[in-house]
């Protein structure tokens, strides 16, 4: 089923909406060529991302992150690591 500028994948949520209509378009494409689902996603907000940053447009739509909304806790440094051993 193709995406639509209503109907997409979450991951593309955070991306502002001509970022998002690139990567719609693109793995709508990539569908046709036939690869699978996730990795057309994939690929197609990597395409996308290229492509606005060659333009200088803004990737993502206000508040949201590369991250998204997911909180991580940072790594530890690595004479934390080490002192555990």
Known sequence: ???TSNHYPP??????????AKAIAIANALL???????DAIRI?????RLWAEGRGMRLFA???????DVKTRPAPRR???TRER
């Open 62 to 68: 206000s508040g949201a992150s590369s991250s998204g």
């Open 11 to 20: 991951s593309m949520l955070g991306l502002s909406p001509p970022v998002r």
């Open 32 to 38: 046709e060529e036939g690869h699978v689902e996730g």
């Open 1 to 3: 089923m193709p995406w």
């Open 44 to 48: 197609a907000i990597a395409r996308a």
């Open 79 to 81: 004479a934390e690591a």
